[in-house]
C-alpha cells in the first residue's frame, strides 16, 4: 500500500480543487496531483473522468475533486475532504461542537461558491455561457446587489463575533483556507462589486492577508503548482456580470 | 437550562426544515417546533427572522433551519444539524471513514435540493417565480433532461454498491431518510419525469418505501405535523416546469 494522498480534479482550472489544494499546502502534507502529471504518466483528464463518469473502483463519486487517502479511503464534496483534513492535521477545532461549526461555516462558503457559480451558468452547466448571457446578466446583477453584500457581511459578522484573529476556534482553520481562496476568486471574478464592500469587510480583507502570508501558503502561492484564475472555472472574469459594461 | 431540541424554521412550508424533521422523527427525539407554535406563544415567523437577519444571539447564522441543543449548542446548515442529530441517534455509521461517506452522500443530496430550487428560481431568490419563468422553463428542462437523471441513477448505483438496503453502513441512516424526503418533493415537482426514470431506480424507490414504513416515521407521516408540500416550498408542483404544459 502506497501511504499519502492522490488528489484527482480537472487539470485546467483551479475550481473547486483549489479548495482542497491550500488545505494540503498549508497543511505541509505531500500529495500527488495526479491530473496535473503528463497523460503519460497517467494524467490528464483521463484520470479524473473515470469518479465523473461512475467507471471508478470504489464507492460511486458524483463529481470531483476526489481525494484517496493511502490507497484505501476515497473522499468527494470538497467540504468533506477539507473537514477531513483539517482534523487530521489540526486545521480545524478538535471538539465535536467545534467542527461541527467549522463545517456549518464551510458549508455556507460552499453556497457561496455555488452562487457564483450560477452568474454565469444560470440555466443549465451543459450550455455555454453564450447561450444563457441575458439570464447570466440578470443573475449577476442579483448576486453583485443582494447576494455578495449579504454573504461577505455575515462573514465579517462571524469573525468579529469570534474575536476578529479568525473565523472559527482560536487559531487558523481551513475555513479561514476556504475564505482566502474565496476572496482571491470573488476579486477575480467581480473587481468593482469587491471594491465597493471593501470598507465594510476590513477585517475578512486582513484575515486573507494574513493567511497568504502563512509560510507554507505562502511558499505554495509563489510556486509553480499554484494555479490562476481563469474562464473555465467557477470564477470568471466577465466584465459585464460585474456591472463594468 | 432545558435539555431538548428546538427547531427554528418557516412555518409555512416544509423546505429543508422538513430533512431535520424527518430525522428528529425518525429517532423518537423530542422537540419544539418553534415557529408552528402561535405567535402569542413565541411562534410564527417572528421566532425565525432573527436568525435570517442576524440579529439572534449567539454565533451568527447565515439561514434557518437552525436547532439549538440543550440551549447551548446553536447548529445551522441543515447537513451539519443532520448529521450531528445522526451520530447522537445512532442514524449514521459511528467510525469516522462511515459519517464521512455519509455526509459526503449527503452533500450530494443537497446539491440535488439546490437544483431543485433553481429550477424555478435561475435569476434570483429575491424575483417571484413569474418574473423568471422563461429562465425557470429552459432550466427545469435542463434538469429534467440531464441532472435529475444523472442524479438518481448515481444515487441508485451507490445503492446497489452498498448492497441494496441502505445507501451507507448497514443499517439505516439519516441519509436514507433524506432520499426519503427528496423522492416524495421530487413525485409532488415532477411526477412526469420521475415516472419516466421510475423503471430505472428500483432500488431507490422501494428503499423510499421500507423508509416510510418505519413505525415512527410512519406515525409522524399519519399526523397533523406532517406538513404537505405547497408553491412556496423547494419542491413546487408547476406542470409546466415538468414538461406537461
Redesign the interface.
Known amino acids: 500500500m502506497t501511504r499519502g494522498y492522490r488528489l484527482y480534479y480537472w487539470p485546467g482550472l483551479p475550481g473547486r480543487g483549489e479548495l482542497v489544494r491550500v488545505v494540503l499546502e498549508d497543511a505541509g502534507a505531500p500529495y500527488e496531483d495526479v491530473a496535473r502529471l503528463p497523460e503519460a504518466e497517467g494524467g490528464g483528464v483521463t484520470a479524473v473522468l473515470p469518479f465523473y463518469e461512475?467507471r471508478a473502483p470504489g464507492?460511486?463519486i458524483?463529481a470531483p475533486p476526489v481525494l484517496v487517502v493511502d490507497e484505501e479511503?476515497v473522499?468527494?464534496?470538497t467540504?468533506?475532504i477539507c473537514?477531513?483534513l483539517g482534523r487530521r492535521h489540526g486545521l480545524c477545532p478538535a471538539d465535536e461542537?467545534g467542527w461541527?461549526?467549522a463545517?456549518?461555516l464551510q458549508?455556507?462558503l460552499s453556497?457561496l461558491v455555488?452562487e457564483v457559480h450560477?452568474t454565469h451558468h444560470?440555466?443549465?452547466?451543459?450550455?455555454y455561457y453564450e447561450d444563457?448571457k441575458e439570464?447570466a446578466l440578470?443573475?449577476a446583477r442579483?448576486?453583485r446587489e443582494?447576494?455578495l453584500p449579504k454573504?461577505v457581511r455575515?462573514f465579517e459578522?462571524?469573525l468579529q463575533?469570534?474575536g476578529g484573529d479568525v473565523l472559527v476556534g482560536d487559531a487558523v482553520s481551513y475555513v479561514d483556507l476556504t475564505l482566502f481562496q474565496l476572496l482571491c476568486g470573488l476579486e477575480y471574478a467581480f473587481p468593482r462589486a469587491m471594491a465597493q464592500l471593501a470598507p465594510e469587510v476590513p477585517g475578512l480583507l486582513a484575515l486573507r492577508d494574513r493567511v497568504a502570508a502563512r509560510p507554507k501558503l505562502a511558499a505554495y502561492l509563489a510556486s509553480p503548482r499554484r494555479m490562476a484564475f481563469n474562464e473555465d472555472g467557477i470564477f470568471r472574469c466577465y466584465p459585464e456580470l460585474d456591472g463594468a459594461i
Open positions: 461512475g464507492h460511486p458524483f479511503l473522499l468527494a464534496q467540504p468533506t473537514l477531513f461542537p461541527l461549526h463545517n456549518q458549508l455556507t453556497d455555488d450560477q444560470p440555466i443549465a452547466v451543459s450550455l444563457q439570464a440578470a443573475c442579483a448576486f443582494q447576494r454573504y455575515y459578522r462571524v463575533h469570534n
